[in-house]
């Protein structure tokens, strides 16, 4: 079992920049591809950016130039850094652990909020 702690959220002006960490532990970290998701009131949960255990990465077109993703494998863990934010970006973000093999693995963190406001 993988368990997942956010932390790094909180309230910023338009422009700012947030540093999220989710700190993994109860298992190898590197097995795992990590990804941070979002949820905005009303809405659905979506992928913002993801990190195979390789280190390549992909984003969501809306944050593309403006988050980045990246993981210390031997900390057990990732980080979304978020730059220029905007308040469309104001949501829970939600790290997410993901082993695939014969069979899928998933863990989800309990989330950190993220809101941007003037």
């Known amino acids: 079992q993988v368990q997942l702690v956010e932390s790094g959220g909180g309230l910023v002006q338009p422009g700012g920049s947030l540093r999220l960490s989710c700190a993994a532990s109860?298992?190898?970290?590197?097995?795992?591809?990590m990804g941070w998701y979002r949820q905005a009131p009303g809405k659905q949960r979506e992928l913002v950016a993801t990190?195979?255990?390789?280190?390549?990465?992909v984003s969501v077109h809306s944050v593309k130039g403006r988050f980045t993703i990246s993981r210390d494998n031997a900390k057990n863990t990732v980080y979304l850094q978020m730059n220029s934010l905007k308040p469309e970006d104001t949501a829970i973000y939600y790290c997410?652990?993901?082993?695939?093999?014969?069979?899928?693995?998933?863990?989800w963190g309990q989330g950190t909020q993220v809101t941007v406001s003037s």
């Open positions: 990190i195979t255990n390789g280190g390549s990465t």
């Open positions: 997410n652990a993901h082993y695939s093999g014969l069979k899928d693995y998933i863990y």
């Open positions: 109860g298992s190898i970290f590197s097995l795992y591809v």
